[in-house]
């Protein structure tokens, strides 16, 4: 994940030009919304409205009693396009706060993916993808005489490259969760 | 707040001695809060409206609101005015808005009622109104089901709604309603749409008044960082070429924001320009006012601002008929942007200094600031001698002629001859809205109403229905082309019916003047429909409609014809034919910037080719 200085709050007295303004970065945000009828929608069309990338997202309540959810969002963009993406976000009625996840040294995220590979009883790549799949610690959730499907998780990189290795040995099927995330430490 | 005060409704009933004024009658009032504070969704909708201080809503009735406007039905202390198309009741919403400072509110029904009301809302939206629209819907076990009148009403405002619900429970209801006026007037305003299915406008809830209306999640800043107004007083202290670039959001913030924007300006001596939106927070008698900035701004504004070295922009928002091109945008110039909007700092011009706030309450920080701290005058006598000197270019001159009225010259003598009055302007969308904001000078805030972020034709006529309503002495004028005023004439119906003795003034040119403009500016005159003929006869339209009419086409009757507009007691639709082909300068072509201004007479190679793709 690209590391860029980070966008100065909107309140902060000095806008520092980091001259990286052209630069695509990529970024994680999560947003802790109020879980009312129609939040995602918000989120979603606020996206498709203004023109910016998702390239995942997740949701889920987290919070019954407070009937919040997060959001996780994985987009790209120019550093100032993500400040605006941050402010856009924040202007929602019903969002409480944005984190920037990618640029927060407490932020973490995890990513969860169920992998179908074939691989025939007593091939070379059936057993190649079984060692594979213990060097990145994935459960194997299913097997047949011909195929597996693995659960996988960790960052979106260790995902991606476990995919990638698969491909060549009989990649079927891919299902990922998007990026979850959290922050380490005590109080968010 | 408001609460309080008003006498009980409905089904519930109050101590006979009247409204509360002590301890004892609270707590009674409690009591009848959890007892007897229960009524339908109807009237919920109506006792909040009164509890928010609402005198006057514009509105529309149909299937879907038939409970609303039977609870109305034993409210005349609410003022309802029966506009004749929904549009019309959300333009007029913003007109009362935008001349009081108060929130506009409308009521219309599900379906077609609704999505008539897009338009306002989206209107609304861009230029910063508060306004709180109503909509019925149909039952909530038919939601859905494609059922009579339906459409998705929260769906379609979505994205141009500050903020909208759908209310599924009765006991919401007032929740929601005392929300939507405090989302709608707070933060940056906007419309608020409050979706209500019919049945649950018939069911019966319990009643909760507006105080302690808080909200979970919105909590917009209106102070500004301390740390931010040092910064920029430095930036100021130091300019030797600064400029005031104000806008709409001094006016959202109130008088005051005016009051003290004047006194800013008088201790800085600093030159000032506004936006569309902003005209009237500084006098246009001021001696520092450089008039209006952007497409057809003054000369001398827009050349203030691209050559400026600290430019301090107050609730302006860097719209793109502000800025011109970006990248040719003032480039010398140290940036301040006090915004109540987080989103609108960086937007399209990186700042030096964002200010996150309340214009006025920046305004005042920046004005005590500036007062305490001692330090040399700034030197900007060569600056205001440079500015003389655009200012002597003239940028609004034009060719008077005898034979013929001039755009321009009827928008000087409506001035001259109304300036003395309590005047209000609103404007439809064209090039008569232009001439209007060069050439009618506003000395106060909340005077001009028109659409700026939408560029909506049939804005003027409506919104003038809600000034007059707002404030019924005054005089109100549309000042309108003959193309925008066909957009929302039936409203001259509403005037009629409602004693609202606004005046329309039709600058007619035959033509949709500002598309004839830009046809022959980047379409080598190709006048692609954009000639109206078969106009109606106004002066005829005016009498069937139960209004006056009149009509003038000699420079040497003008004033008698105004005066005769003015003196009238009662709606007036006014057909100045004026010359035909008068285009609107001075103009930044679009993809120019700030100091390519032209100031007379079309060339034809003004545009570029990049410049041609923008609007
Ligand atoms: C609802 C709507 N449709 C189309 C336009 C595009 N448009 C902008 S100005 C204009 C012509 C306005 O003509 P008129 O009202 O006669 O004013 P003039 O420019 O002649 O003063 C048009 C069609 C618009 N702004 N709004
Ligand atoms: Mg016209």
């Known amino acids: 994940m690209s590391n860029t200085t980070s966008t100065p709050s909107p309140q902060s007295a000095y806008f520092i030009d980091d001259h990286s303004a052209d630069m695509i970065v990529r970024r994680t945000l999560a947003a802790i919304v109020d879980n009312e009828p129609g939040v995602l929608a918000r989120v979603v069309g606020l996206f498709s409205a203004r023109g910016y990338n998702i390239e995942s997202l997740t949701v889920a309540e987290v919070d019954r009693k407070a009937h919040q959810s997060r959001i996780t969002i994985v987009t790209t963009g120019t550093v100032q396009i993500i400040a605006q993406i941050k ?29 179908k590979v074939k691989a025939e009883t007593g091939s070379d790549e059936r057993v190649e993808a079984m060692r594979l799949s213990e060097i990145f610690r994935a459960r194997v959730l299913d097997v047949t005489l011909e195929s597996f499907i693995f659960e996988v998780t960790g960052g979106s990189s260790k995902i991606d490259q476990f995919i990638e290795l698969m491909e060549p040995l009989g990649l079927v099927q891919v299902s990922r969760t998007g990026v979850l995330s959290i922050q380490r430490g005590l109080p968010e | 707040m408001q609460g309080a005060q ?8 109050l101590p006979a001695n009247g409204p509360n004024t002590g301890m004892v009658e609270m707590d009674r009032q409690d009591m009848i809060g959890e007892t007897e504070l229960t009524m339908t969704g109807a009237e919920i909708v109506v006792r909040a409206l009164r509890d928010q201080g609402v005198e006057t809503l514009f509105g529309y009735p149909g299937g879907a609101v038939l409970p609303i406007y039977d609870a109305l039905f034993s409210t005349p202390e609410l003022q309802h005015i029966l506009v004749r198309h929904e549009q019309g009741a959300g333009h007029a919403a913003e007109g009362y808005a935008r001349s009081t400072g108060k929130p506009g509110v409308c009521l219309v029904t599900s379906g077609p009622g609704a999505t008539n009301m897009v338009t306002p809302i989206a209107d609304a939206m861009m230029d910063s109104i508060p306004m709180v629209v109503l ?20 769906g379609i405002t979505r994205c141009c709604a500050k903020h909208n619900y759908l209310v599924r429970d009765v006991n919401d209801l007032a929740r929601v309603m005392h929300e939507a006026f405090l989302i709608a007037t707070t933060g940056r305003p906007g419309p608020v749409v409050i979706d209500i299915p019919k049945d649950i406008q018939f069911a019966t809830g319990t009643y909760t008044g507006p105080t302690g209306a808080k909200h979970k999640t919105y909590h917009p800043a209106s102070e500004p960082h301390e740390a931010s107004i040092e910064a920029a007083l430095e930036l100021m202290r130091q300019a030797r070429r600064p400029v005031f670039y104000t806008g709409g959001g001094i006016i959202n913030s109130g008088t005051e924001a005016s009051v003290a924007l004047r006194q800013l300006v008088a201790e800085t001596n600093f030159p000032i320009t506004s936006t569309l939106m902003g005209l009237g927070a500084y006098p246009a008698s001021g001696k520092n006012w450089l008039g209006m900035v952007g497409m057809h701004g ?70 005590q600031g500036w007062q305490q701290q001692q330090h040399p005058r700034n030197d900007l006598s060569e600056w205001w001698s440079q500015i003389n000197g655009w200012r002597d270019r003239k940028g609004f001159a034009y060719d008077k002629l005898e034979d013929q009225i001039k755009p321009q010259y009827a928008i000087e003598r409506l001035y001259e001859l109304t300036k003395a009055k309590d005047t209000y302007i609103t404007t439809e969308v064209g090039q008569h809205q232009m001439w209007a904001a060069q050439h009618f000078h506003f000395e106060e805030p909340h005077r001009w109403m028109t659409s700026g972020g939408l560029g909506t034709m049939g804005y003027g006529l409506p919104a003038a229905l809600g000034v007059q309503a707002a404030h019924p002495d005054a005089l109100v004028i549309d000042i309108a082309g003959e193309a925008s005023i066909q957009m929302c004439m039936q409203e001259m119906s509403t005037a009629v019916q409602f004693n609202l003795p606004i005046k329309i003034f039709i600058l007619n040119n035959e033509w949709m003047g500002m598309v004839r403009q830009w046809q022959q500016l980047l379409h080598g005159e190709r006048y692609s429909h954009s000639y109206s003929d078969s106009l109606p006869d106004f002066v005829a339209l005016a009498k069937a409609y139960g209004g006056h009419g009149i009509q003038c086409r000699d420079p040497k009757d003008l004033d008698a014809a105004i005066q005769e507009m003015i003196d009238y007691d009662g709606p007036v639709l006014f057909d100045c034919l004026v010359t035909k082909d008068e285009n609107c300068f001075p103009m930044i072509p679009s993809g120019a910037a700030h100091n390519e201004m032209i100031l007379g007479k079309i060339t034809g190679d003004e545009i570029d080719e990049a410049g041609k793709v923008l609007v």
Request: some cysteine; aromatic content about 6%; overall charge negative.
């Open chain 2, 135 to 154: 909509t019925g819907q149909v039952p909530s076990h038919l939601i859905g089901t494609d059922a009579f009148q339906e459409c998705d009403t929260v």
């Open chain 1, 87 to 115: 402010a856009q976000l924040e202007r929602l009625v019903p969002v409480a706060r944005v984190i920037d996840i990618t640029t927060s040294p407490a932020g973490l995220e995890r990513e969860l993916a169920l992998i």
């Open chain 2, 6 to 13: 008003w006498a009980p409704l409905f089904l519930f009933k």
């Open chain 2, 298 to 367: 003054a000369y001398e504004a827009n050349h203030a601002m691209h050559d400026c070295d600290v430019m301090i922009c107050l609730g302006a928002r860097f719209d793109d008929r502000v800025t011109g091109r970006l990248d040719a945008f003032s480039p010398n110039s140290k940036k301040i942007h006090v915004d109540i909007d987080p989103s609108s700092i960086n937007k399209t011009v990186r700042v030096d200094v964002p200010v996150i706030a309340d214009a006025g309450k920046a305004i005042n920080a920046l004005l």
